[in-house]
Nanobody
Framework: VQLQASGGGLVQAGGSLRLSCAAS????????IGWFRQAPGKEREFVAA????????SYADSVQGRFPISRDNAKNTVYLQMNSLKPEDTALYYC????????????????WGQGTQVTVSS
């Protein structure tokens, strides 16, 4: 599976963006997908993850209730709807394939996409 993230941009605090993670490959519906982010000078951190079926989801405390994750396996795409954005959400956002059930550890992910920049102004 190869992934490509898109949908980032510049938005004011309180606004919304929807990120997309498009995948190639026939086994997309069998893999768990996660979103991570990395702000300048900080380590990459877990944001959210979703199982292949889309039934089970996991969120970082910092985005719980604001960033629902979803997927459309017919379109080979995972979405991250980002609502009530804050300046501290500014980061480069990546999607990747989890090698372990809904892992929150970046070491357990592979096939990273190239990242999409999200900038939230105050």
């Amino acid at each position: 599976v190869q992934l490509q993230a898109s949908g980032g941009g510049l938005v004011q605090a309180g606004g919304s963006l929807r990120l997309s993670c498009a995948a190639s490959g026939r086994t997309f519906s069998t893999v768990d997908i996660g979103w991570f982010r990395q702000a300048p000078g900080k380590e990459r951190e877990f944001v959210a993850a979703i199982t292949g079926s889309g039934v089970v989801k996991s969120y970082a405390d910092s985005v719980q209730g604001r960033f629902p994750i979803s997927r459309d396996n017919a379109k080979n795409t995972v979405y991250l709807q980002m609502n009530s954005l804050k300046p501290e959400d500014t980061a480069l956002y990546y999607c990747a394939v989890s090698a372990r059930y809904l892992s929150r550890r970046q070491e357990e992910y592979h096939s990273w996409g190239q990242g999409t920049q999200v900038t939230v102004s105050s």
